[in-house]
């Protein structure tokens, strides 16, 4: 309906309108015909019966905004809104990147401190996915292609050398820059009004991962991080990428400084980021190494399968590889409340939560860098 836009009456002769027809819509099972039939009787009685006077139309309207509003309401109680029977949809089984980890056609986070190796570990999950070998944990990798988004390191100097370090197929492995070139220059690639060049690349490389490191570095100017609303719609577009395209979509997120006890609460920007994922983890340093060479993987947040054991880890640097890389040292009893908790100073034994490691560990010398 065209006019006149904003007159109260006008809306409330519209809601009284929309409210009959869900009335007549339960009684005459959505029969768009009769539903039709009925708001025009209503109408008709509204201009002689008082009783109907609710539905007299008001005089500002003219006879075809008379009918464009029947048509309008009619459309909206006869849309399913209400979707499809739950025994009409087919179930689907859930893909996984990584078994029980890692959800393939959403959104994952990893959270953590600078310095820890967040990013390292990034680059060890893309060069298995691009290389096809098995998980930490022994789960099956399928080989596929790897977007990566890096706005903090150099592609030559640091992210092509540690894929080397992590024996990454590297033709199947996409550096996507920070700053792309624009009709003006230079500028910054930003989410979410990059997303089809993302989808793009995603598209033409048999992707299966994507990795946002950090994702704070490209979120455009107009989403507020810490504002709930912002963030979920530009997240929701993102999501759905994911889901379209059916691959797992890593954000890399900073800690913030609110010192909180619970996890969930920890990683950079609103409370939309965590809850717009399916799945999240922290790194944190092992409380239980006294050398602080340990790192725990600790879930946050699995929607879609029960809480993984956490996971320990530690860069090394071989003598012919400029830069560290991450070998896996098994499961460890720690969680992520635990690397957020304050240390404890009850003189509990260190070690106590470590499990130990399966597999045979390679003699490597300890890396400085994360």
């Not at 098995?134 to 903090?152: I, Q």
């Amino acid at each position: 309906m065209s006019e006149p836009v904003g007159d109260p009456a006008v809306e409330y002769w519209r809601a009284d309108l929309q409210h009959l027809a869900q009335q007549i819509a339960l009684r005459a099972e959505y029969d768009r015909v009769e539903i039709e039939s009925e708001l025009r009787r209503a109408i008709a009685k509204g201009k002689e019966d008082p009783l109907f006077a609710r539905y007299r139309p008001p005089a500002s309207l003219s006879p075809a905004s008379i009918e464009a509003a029947v048509m309008e309401v009619v459309d909206r109680v006869t849309t399913p809104l209400l979707g499809r029977r739950a025994s009409e949809i087919e179930p689907e089984e859930i893909r996984w990147l990584w078994p029980g980890r890692i959800p393939s056609g959403t959104l994952t986070t990893i959270d953590g401190d600078p310095g820890l190796g967040k990013s390292t570990l990034t680059i060890d999950f893309a060069a298995r996915v691009s290389a096809g070998t098995p998980w930490p944990d022994g789960g099956l990798c399928e080989a596929g292609g790897v977007v990566l988004l890096s706005a903090e390191d150099n592609p030559a100097s640091t992210i092509v050398p540690r894929l080397a370090a992590a024996h990454a197929d590297l033709d199947k492995v996409h550096c996507v820059p920070a700053m792309i070139e624009g009709s003006d220059g230079p500028r910054p690639l930003t989410i979410p009004d990059d997303l089809a060049l993302i989808e793009d690349a995603i598209l033409k490389r048999g992707t299966r991962l994507v990795v946002i490191d950090p994702l704070n570095a490209f979120l455009s100017g107009r989403v507020d991080t810490y504002r709930d609303q912002d963030v979920r719609r530009c997240l929701a577009a993102l999501a759905s990428l994911a889901e379209c395209t059916k691959v797992a979509t890593l954000i890399i997120r900073h800690l913030n400084k609110r010192g909180d006890s619970n996890p969930m609460y920890r990683g950079a920007g609103s409370i939309g980021l965590i809850a717009a994922a399916r799945a999240g983890f922290m790194v944190g340093p092992d409380p239980d190494d006294a050398e602080g060479n340990r790192r725990v993987f600790a879930p946050v947040k699995c929607n879609l399968a029960v809480f993984p054991p956490s996971l320990l880890f530690r860069l090394v640097q071989d003598q012919a590889d400029p830069v560290a890389h991450v070998e896996w040292l098994g499961e460890t009893t720690v969680t992520a409340l635990e690397l957020v908790r304050e240390p404890e100073r009850d003189g509990r034994q260190r070690g106590s939560n470590l499990v130990p490691c399966a597999t045979p560990r390679r003699r490597t010398q300890t890396g400085q860098t994360g």
